[in-house]
Each structure stands twice: as structure tokens, then as C-alpha cells.
């Protein structure tokens, strides 16, 4: 498996702020997700955070919007920016392992959650 | 575009039934299917993973199946307690063309297990 710390586990934010939301896993891990979770919604995928290099966004969602940097293998941080009520979800971090630690199953894990309302 | 539907989105159940969720997808090109449990105000906890070439997985009082022909995955939770009450996920993934790994999530199905 592998452990997943999200800071801050939940704000309260006014509109028009931004917020930088961090994800730290104990140890290597191939790939890391953003997702977003809106109230009464499935799990959407916001961007896939690439190590050294831009992260790659979904449809509907922009790097001006949520940035993300990954400098290392195990640490990632998602910013939302200009912040409106619409914004207000749960925002989970998530991650792969490599295949040699956990086969060639592909197991996602996800973090603890991010609960953000905006005012 | 891969659609997750779950049905039933609720379901209240006496303590030791044994009781099934439904997940439906719509593209049967899948590399996996995963099941996750989601606490109030908790992160996700994964349960079981069904590759695309198998039928189903076991662990402890569950069971996953994989019908992927039809579209169809069935969890299946034994003698029922009180703390497998929680909102259970059906994740599936496909391999996109750009070579990313990307899940599509149904919106669930809130179990609540009544003692």
C-alpha cells in the first residue's frame, strides 16, 4: 500500500483567494493524480502531476486555473486559484506504485481528502 | 466517453445480510476495474482490483465480479456489519490514447448497515 498526507485537511477560503493544497506519500511512487470530488458527485480527474516537467490536464480544466508542481517522486502540490463557491469539493491527491514494489495490478491509492469551501 | 453508472445509489440493510452492489460501464475496453470505500469526510480506501482478463477477486467477506463483455462488475459483501456501512465506488480504468492511465468513478452507493 502507501501512505498519503494531504495538508491541509480542510480550509474555508474568501472568493478571489487561492489556495495551494500539498501531497507527500511515503515513498516512491510512478504516477500522481489530482481529483476533484463535488458535493453529491463522482470523482473527477483533474491533471496527472509529471515529475521535472508541466502536468498534463483533463478536459475542462487549465493550468492557469490549478497549477501543480511535482520536483520530486514523492511530493506534489495543487493550487486553486481565483477561488469561487463553485470551487468548494473535496480535492484528493492519488497515486501508483511502481510495478517492481506492487506488480502489474496498477493499484490506485488515494490520500485522506482535501475539503475546501469557499465563501 | 466511459460512463460508470451504480445502482442502487442508497441501500439500508439489517446487520448479517449478505448484500450486492451493481456497477455498469459503458465502454468494455477496460484495462481494470477497482472497487473503493469512501468514509464520511475520509480519503478512499481500495478494496479489490479485477484485471480486464479476470472474473472476479476475493478478500475476507468480499467478492468482485467482472462481466466485461456486458459491461457489468457485482460487489458482493457477506453477513453484513455495522462498520461496512460507508459509500462504496466502482472505478474503472482505460488506457487512454495519449498513454495515461485514467479512472472514470460512478457516483456510488451509500450502504448503511443497520445494527
Same mark, same amino acid.
Given at each position: 500500500?502507501?501512505? @498519503?498526507?494531504?495538508k491541509?485537511s480542510?480550509d474555508?477560503?474568501?472568493r478571489g483567494?487561492?489556495?495551494t493544497?500539498?501531497c507527500q506519500v511515503d515513498?516512491q511512487?510512478?504516477m500522481?493524480?489530482?481529483?476533484?470530488?463535488? !458535493?453529491?458527485?463522482?470523482?473527477?480527474?483533474?491533471a496527472?502531476?509529471?515529475q521535472?516537467?508541466?502536468?498534463?490536464?483533463e478536459?475542462?480544466f487549465?493550468?492557469d486555473k490549478? !497549477? @501543480?508542481?511535482r !520536483?520530486?517522486?514523492?511530493?506534489?502540490?495543487?493550487t486553486?486559484?481565483?477561488?469561487s463557491?463553485?470551487?468548494?469539493s @473535496?480535492y484528493l491527491c492519488s497515486v501508483?506504485k511502481?510495478?517492481?514494489?506492487?506488480? !502489474?495490478t496498477?493499484?490506485?491509492?488515494?490520500g485522506p481528502?482535501?475539503?475546501l469551501?469557499?465563501? | 466517453?466511459q460512463? %460508470?453508472?451504480?445502482i442502487p445509489?442508497?441501500?439500508s440493510v439489517p446487520?448479517g445480510?449478505?448484500? %450486492?452492489?451493481n456497477c455498469s460501464?459503458?465502454?468494455?475496453a477496460?484495462?481494470?476495474?477497482?472497487?473503493?470505500?469512501?468514509d464520511p =469526510?475520509? =480519503?478512499l480506501t481500495?478494496?479489490?482490483?479485477i484485471?480486464?482478463?479476470?472474473?472476479e477477486?476475493?478478500? =475476507?467477506?468480499?467478492n468482485?465480479?467482472l462481466?466485461?463483455s456486458s459491461?457489468?462488475s457485482?460487489l458482493?459483501?457477506?453477513?453484513?456489519?455495522?462498520g461496512d456501512s460507508?459509500?462504496y465506488?466502482c472505478? %474503472?480504468?482505460r488506457i487512454?490514447g495519449a498513454?495515461?492511465y485514467?479512472?472514470?468513478? =460512478?457516483?456510488?452507493t451509500?450502504l448503511? %448497515?443497520?445494527?
Amino acid at each position: 500500500s502507501a501512505v @498519503i498526507s494531504q495538508k491541509p485537511s480542510r480550509d474555508i477560503c474568501q472568493r478571489g483567494t487561492s489556495l495551494t493544497i500539498q501531497c507527500q506519500v511515503d515513498s516512491q511512487v510512478t504516477m500522481m493524480f489530482w481529483y476533484r470530488q463535488q !458535493p453529491g458527485q463522482s470523482l473527477t480527474l483533474i491533471a496527472t502531476a509529471n515529475q521535472g516537467s508541466e502536468a498534463t490536464y483533463e478536459s475542462g480544466f487549465v493550468i492557469d486555473k490549478f !497549477p @501543480i508542481s511535482r !520536483p520530486n517522486l514523492t511530493f506534489s502540490t495543487l493550487t486553486v486559484s481565483n477561488m469561487s463557491p463553485e470551487d468548494s469539493s @473535496i480535492y484528493l491527491c492519488s497515486v501508483t506504485k511502481p510495478r517492481w514494489v506492487q506488480g !502489474p495490478t496498477d493499484t490506485q491509492y488515494f490520500g485522506p481528502g482535501t475539503r475546501l469551501t469557499v465563501l | 466517453k466511459q460512463e %460508470v453508472t451504480q445502482i442502487p445509489a442508497a441501500l439500508s440493510v439489517p446487520e448479517g445480510e449478505n448484500l %450486492v452492489l451493481n456497477c455498469s460501464f459503458t465502454d468494455s475496453a477496460i484495462y481494470n476495474l477497482q472497487w473503493f470505500r469512501q468514509d464520511p =469526510g475520509k =480519503g478512499l480506501t481500495s478494496l479489490l482490483l479485477i484485471q480486464s482478463s479476470q472474473r472476479e477477486q476475493t478478500s =475476507g467477506r468480499l467478492n468482485a465480479s467482472l462481466d466485461k463483455s456486458s459491461g457489468r462488475s457485482t460487489l458482493y459483501i457477506a453477513a453484513s456489519q455495522p462498520g461496512d456501512s460507508a459509500t462504496y465506488l466502482c472505478a %474503472v480504468r482505460r488506457i487512454s490514447g495519449a498513454g495515461s492511465y485514467q479512472l472514470t468513478f =460512478g457516483k456510488g452507493t451509500k450502504l448503511s %448497515v443497520i445494527p
